[in-house]
């Protein structure tokens, strides 16, 4: 067998793929249609509501545009390195042991030969990471768990599908958005 990748190379093997023309389009649908999305249902819920008692609490802390991009961008990055860059790899990790996988490394003699050969994760592993990761994002969200989990999930997609850049442009665009309305209502 061959030299075995980490689980963040794992994940990351049908991204290498693709050409830039392919990752631009993937950071198109899932980091700006996500965060447009995310932004078009949390207004709905936050905007709409008659009670504040969904909202986050830093919100009424906002006085400023430059306090909303900056409490956006500090969440977004936070969070998205926290939930899906280290949770979704460690997860799937966790899975491959208790499946039976164990990394083997052998090096070669001064060879360089092309990349190692890697070892896809069952896709009900990687499924099952990304549902315990935005189960994780849920309970941290205690204002409104439920909306976080299904947002965790729409995140957890972006992560899979568009990278760890999608994911961030996709929390942040949603939350830019949204506290920028909760701001300008204040």
């Not at 990351?12 to 249902?41: E, P």
């Not at 994760?121 to 205690?142: D, T």
């Not at 972006?158 to 830019?176: I, K, M, P």
């Amino acid at each position: 067998m061959a030299c075995l990748q980490s689980p963040i190379a794992v994940l990351s093997l049908a991204l290498g793929i693709l050409s830039r023309r392919q990752r631009w389009l993937r950071y198109l649908i899932y980091g700006i249609g996500g965060g447009l999305l995310i932004y078009l249902t949390n207004s709905a819920l936050y905007l709409t509501a008659e009670s504040a008692e969904f909202r986050p609490a830093q919100v009424y802390n906002l006085d400023n545009e430059l306090k909303v991009f900056s409490l956006s961008a500090r969440t977004a990055l936070a969070e998205e390195t926290m939930y899906r860059l280290f949770a979704i790899p460690f997860l799937v990790s966790v899975g491959m042991r208790f499946y039976g996988w164990r990394p083997r490394f052998r090096f070669k003699s001064l060879s360089w030969g092309g990349p190692a050969k890697g070892v896809r994760p069952p896709q009900m592993m990687g499924l099952a990471a990304m549902l315990v990761s935005a189960l994780l994002f849920g309970m941290a969200h205690n204002n409104n768990p439920v909306a976080a989990f299904m947002f965790g999930l729409l995140l957890g997609v972006s992560f899979l599908r568009g990278g760890w850049e999608s994911c961030v442009t996709a929390h942040f665009l949603g939350n830019c958005l949204l506290f920028m309305g909760i701001y300008l209502q204040l």
